[in-house]
Nanobody, 123 residues
């Protein structure tokens, strides 16, 4: 599976960004997908996940209520809408795909990774 992430950038605290992740090489409707992030000097952490049918989502407590994950199986694209951004959301965001039902929260549960997109939130 090839994943291409985009949409990162610099935004002020309280602002919004939408990340996209385009997938190819495997039937998108059979991929569970997620976003994980890594801030400088910190370990990679789970952000959000969605199952392959896009019927179920799961969020880290730190982003619940602010981020929304969606999966457009017709466009082979995963979206992460990020609202009310905080400086602590600053990180490189990675989209990931699992050839399984999905909703994984650990990096090892994913089979393929995108290249990462930088999100910087200024205070």
């Amino acid at each position: 599976v090839q994943l291409q992430a985009s949409g990162g950038g610099l935004v002020q605290s309280g602002g919004s960004l939408r990340l996209s992740c385009a997938a190819s090489g495997h039937p998108f409707a059979r991929l569970g997908m997620g976003w994980l992030r890594q801030a400088p000097g910190k370990e990679r952490e789970f952000v959000a996940a969605i199952n392959w049918s896009a019927g179920s989502t799961y969020y880290a407590d730190s982003v619940k209520g602010r981020f929304a994950l969606s999966k457009d199986n017709a466009k082979n694209t995963l979206y992460l809408q990020m609202n009310s951004l905080k400086p602590e959301d600053t990180a490189v965001y990675y989209c990931a795909a699992a050839m399984s039902y999905g909703l994984g929260t650990k990096g090892r549960e994913y089979d393929s990774w995108g290249q990462g997109t930088q999100v910087t939130v200024s205070s």
